[in-house]
């Protein structure tokens, strides 16, 4: 996206609903690098487009800015950039509309702006004026409404629809930034100076005989962003200057305010993680895109958002794209690589190898969720079959080619025979003579390709009437002699015929050899998939345990290790080396050392195909194996 422009609201609450702006849907979709996506929410008049404004770097030209009563802006307005410190990463900017606006018809807007900044941001930035007080926190009763109008699972399959584990939502919620404007209090406690940080959660500390109702807020803040972060901002600007605040120079602005406003911003180009799923699969803007038309269509038709099923939903959308990817980047590197017609099957299938080994780490590098290998199976039979195609493609290019230059070498041959030059005493013999010498010539011309000896053979084949009417007009030989070429001409059909035979066999077990290598790349690959996807997980789990954005430890919910996880991989079957299946089971995670059956499988299934194996998790064996798939 132009970093010199903000685009259309993708988000917007005109004509009822939330209709999505088509147009700024289509430029996030069109972001393919990784996204880091802060969104910014509060009460309407508190500044946050312009604080988003110093965030993008931008003194004039980004969100509008209003300055009288009325809240300014509509909808969700999204600002793409460059990120600044982040090579390769955009920085995606959602400027929500204002909470609590009195204007507005339907209070439920405000519940689905909130709803969608939760969903689709890494961070959330809640802009509030003054202080940290209660009636602040009551304020943020949007956070205590979240699991009525957000759902972690699908229900029936292990997830509850109300009172769902916090722990669930953890793993879906953004980084948690509260910036407190126009502050004019001593950060002090007790007689000591304070954080910022320290300030914030002394706010969100429990009161002893204060009613649970009025603890909500701050339980839910507790639970639900454990990854939380304080800044205090002065006002920029003494009161007459507010109203043309875009429009003020840097030297014009309050000092107390430039210091928080230069932190918050660093802080954030600096710790604001990139946008990631549970898994820790990372989130472009294509997948954004498409996780935004996901929510919205779920709220548009009255149910509630479930995250699992728009995660999913992702998966096969991102799945599906992944397998034509990687089919493109396949005939792109043949288009690069293959010269047809090739000398040989085996520099074909090398060629095919290098072009499916790129294609693959296509599809790896943007698939995720395919934990049955459904889509891996579906680019594995469009690659067989590309392979076949191409195998196809090089016999034809070799085949035109040999009869091109067999066509063009027996022009000669043709002309004299066409002459009777071979129809005279000792003609037979000339006619032999000159045959040899044709294929000789023949032999010599490069770049034939595989089908060399097979033409050659038909063309000979086609010759055998001709050749036999030249031996029984050539008056020189006896009937003996007749017997004895003709006896000769039968026996060096046969061997060209037993070495096509065996040209032919050498080809199909070619053709194995490719199946099971096919086979053993798949495996690895995916073994390496698997690796990357348990570290991101690892990572993902420590990030719940230290916030990203502060340096103080957080307490997140562990899966307990008694809970059953599946592990999906490829393994041989008793078929043998040239056949693999897909076998799941359920399995506990383990920190002994020892795996369960499915991984010792899977790492016997490796090693005998000569892949050194990597432990991708230690695993043991669940209550009972899943049927096979």
Same mark, same amino acid.
């Given at each position: 996206?132009?970093?010199?422009?903000?685009?259309?609201?993708?988000?917007?609450?005109?004509?009822?609903?939330?209709?999505?702006?088509?147009?700024?849907?289509?430029?996030?979709?069109?972001?393919?690098?990784?996204?880091?996506?802060?969104?910014?929410?509060?009460?309407?008049?508190?500044?946050?487009?312009?604080?988003?404004?110093?965030?993008?770097?931008?003194?004039?030209?980004?969100?509008?800015?209003?300055?009288?009563?009325?809240?300014?802006?509509?909808?969700?307005?999204?600002?793409?950039?460059?990120?600044?410190?982040?090579?390769?990463?955009?920085?995606?900017?959602?400027?929500?509309?204002?909470?609590?606006?009195?204007?507005?018809?339907?209070?439920?807007?405000?519940?689905?702006? $909130?709803?969608?900044?939760?969903?689709?941001?890494?961070?959330?930035?809640?802009?509030?004026?003054?202080?940290?007080?209660?009636?602040?926190?009551?304020?943020?009763?949007?956070?205590?409404? /979240?699991?009525?109008?957000?759902?972690?699972?699908?229900?029936?399959?292990?997830?509850?629809?109300?009172?769902?584990?916090?722990?669930?939502?953890?793993?879906? $919620?953004?980084?948690?930034?509260?910036?407190?404007?126009?502050?004019?209090?001593?950060?002090?406690?007790?007689?000591?100076? =304070?954080?910022?940080?320290?300030?914030?959660?002394?706010?969100?500390?429990?009161?002893?005989? @204060?009613?649970?109702?009025?603890?909500?807020?701050?339980?839910?803040?507790?639970?639900?962003?454990?990854?939380?972060?304080?800044?205090?901002?002065?006002?920029?600007?003494?009161?007459?200057?507010?109203?043309?605040?875009?429009?003020?120079?840097?030297?014009?602005?309050?000092?107390?305010?430039?210091?928080?406003?230069?932190? $918050?911003?660093?802080?954030?180009?600096?710790?604001?993680?990139?946008?990631?799923?549970?898994?820790?699969?990372?989130?472009?803007?294509?997948?954004?895109?498409?996780?935004?038309?996901?929510?919205?269509?779920?709220?548009?038709?009255?149910?509630?958002?479930?995250?699992?099923?728009?995660?999913?939903?992702?998966?096969?959308?991102?799945?599906?794209?992944?397998?034509?990817?990687?089919?493109?980047?396949?005939?792109? &590197?043949?288009?690069?690589?293959?010269?047809?017609?090739?000398?040989?099957?085996?520099?074909?299938?090398?060629?095919?190898?290098?072009?499916?080994?790129?294609?693959?780490?296509?599809?790896?590098?943007?698939?995720?969720?395919?934990?049955?290998?459904?889509?891996?199976?579906?680019?594995?039979?469009?690659?067989?079959?590309?392979?076949?195609?191409?195998?196809?493609?090089?016999?034809?290019?070799?085949?035109?080619?040999?009869?091109?230059?067999?066509?063009? /070498?027996?022009?000669?041959?043709?002309?004299?025979?066409?002459?009777?030059?071979?129809?005279?005493?000792?003609?037979?013999?000339?006619?032999?003579?000159?045959?040899?010498?044709?294929?000789?010539?023949?032999?010599?011309?490069?770049?034939?390709?595989?089908?060399?000896?097979?033409?050659? @053979?038909?063309?000979?084949?086609?010759?055998?009437?001709?050749?036999?009417?030249?031996?029984?007009?050539?008056?020189?030989?006896?009937?003996?002699?007749?017997? =004895?070429?003709?006896?000769?001409?039968?026996?060096?059909?046969?061997?060209?015929?037993?070495?096509?035979?065996?040209?032919? &066999?050498?080809?199909?077990?070619?053709?194995?050899?490719?199946?099971?290598?096919?086979?053993?790349?798949?495996?690895?690959?995916?073994?390496?998939?698997?690796?990357?996807?348990?570290? @991101?997980?690892?990572?993902?789990?420590?990030?719940?345990?230290?916030?990203?954005?502060?340096?103080?430890?957080?307490?997140?919910?562990?899966?307990?290790?008694?809970?059953?996880?599946?592990?999906?991989?490829?393994?041989?079957?008793?078929?043998?080396?040239?056949?693999?299946?897909?076998?799941?089971?359920?399995?506990?995670?383990?920190?002994?050392?020892?795996?369960?059956?499915?991984?010792?499988?899977?790492?016997?299934?490796?090693?005998?195909?000569?892949?050194?194996?990597?432990?991708? /998790?230690?695993?043991?064996?669940?209550?009972?194996?899943?049927?096979?798939?």
């Amino acid at each position: 996206c132009d970093p010199r422009v903000h685009l259309p609201p993708p988000f917007s609450r005109r004509f009822g609903g939330l209709p999505l702006n088509q147009r700024a849907l289509a430029l996030l979709q069109s972001v393919r690098q990784p996204v880091v996506v802060v969104a910014i929410a509060g009460l309407y008049r508190t500044g946050k487009s312009y604080l988003l404004n110093r965030l993008a770097g931008k003194d004039r030209g980004g969100f509008s800015l209003g300055a009288t009563v009325q809240s300014h802006t509509k909808g969700i307005w999204m600002w793409c950039l460059p990120h600044p410190r982040r090579a390769g990463h955009t920085l995606v900017l959602l400027d929500t509309e204002g909470l609590g606006d009195v204007e507005k018809g339907d209070a439920k807007n405000d519940v689905w702006i $909130f709803t969608l900044a939760v969903l689709l941001s890494g961070t959330l930035v809640y802009n509030s004026l003054g202080t940290i007080d209660q009636r602040a926190l009551e304020q943020l009763h949007y956070v205590t409404e /979240l699991t009525e109008h957000i759902k972690v699972k699908v229900a029936g399959e292990g997830g509850r629809q109300k009172g769902e584990d916090s722990a669930e939502f953890v793993h879906f $919620f953004p980084a948690f930034v509260w910036a407190v404007r126009d502050f004019t209090l001593q950060l002090e406690l007790d007689g000591r100076e =304070i954080t910022e940080d320290e300030y914030l959660e002394n706010a969100l500390k429990r009161r002893q005989g @204060q009613p649970e109702k009025l603890d909500l807020p701050k339980k839910y803040l507790r639970q639900y962003f454990p990854s939380r972060k304080c800044f205090v901002f002065d006002r920029p600007a003494p009161r007459c200057d507010l109203a043309r605040l875009d429009e003020l120079p840097e030297a014009a602005l309050s000092p107390d305010f430039l210091e928080p406003a230069q932190r $918050f911003c660093s802080h954030i180009h600096q710790h604001a993680g990139t946008k990631t799923l549970p898994g820790g699969h990372v989130v472009t803007g294509t997948l954004l895109g498409n996780l935004a038309v996901t929510y919205v269509i779920a709220i548009r038709s009255g149910a509630v958002p479930c995250m699992e099923s728009a995660v999913l939903a992702l998966a096969q959308i991102e799945n599906s794209a992944a397998v034509g990817e990687a089919v493109a980047v396949y005939e792109e &590197q043949l288009e690069w690589r293959a010269a047809l017609p090739t000398e040989s099957v085996q520099e074909l299938l090398e060629v095919h190898a290098q072009c499916e080994r790129e294609a693959l780490r296509a599809f790896m590098a943007r698939a995720f969720k395919d934990d049955e290998q459904q889509y891996q199976q579906q680019l594995k039979d469009k690659l067989d079959s590309k392979r076949a195609e191409l195998c196809h493609r090089n016999e034809e290019a070799s085949s035109d080619r040999c009869k091109a230059v067999l066509m063009e /070498l027996s022009q000669e041959l043709e002309e004299r025979v066409r002459e009777g030059s071979y129809s005279v005493p000792g003609g037979y013999q000339r006619f032999l003579a000159d045959q040899r010498e044709m294929v000789e010539k023949y032999q010599r011309v490069p770049w034939k390709g595989i089908m060399a000896a097979e033409v050659l @053979q038909q063309f000979l084949k086609s010759k055998e009437t001709v050749a036999q009417a030249v031996l029984q007009t050539d008056q020189s030989l006896t009937d003996r002699q007749r017997e =004895i070429e003709a006896e000769r001409a039968r026996a060096e059909a046969a061997e060209r015929e037993a070495q096509r035979s065996q040209a032919m &066999q050498a080809k199909t077990e070619q053709l194995l050899q490719d199946q099971t290598r096919s086979h053993q790349e798949h495996v690895q690959q995916l073994t390496a998939k698997m690796e990357q996807d348990r570290k @991101q997980l690892l990572a993902e789990e420590g990030s719940r345990r230290r916030s990203p954005l502060s340096d103080r430890p957080m307490r997140s919910p562990r899966q307990s290790p008694s809970t059953p996880t599946r592990l999906s991989g490829w393994v041989l079957s008793s078929r043998g080396s040239r056949h693999l299946e897909r076998r799941a089971c359920p399995v506990e995670t383990r920190t002994d050392g020892t795996g369960g059956p499915c991984l010792q499988e899977a790492a016997r299934a490796l090693r005998s195909l000569g892949i050194d194996t990597i432990p991708v /998790l230690h695993l043991t064996p669940g209550p009972r194996h899943s049927p096979r798939h």
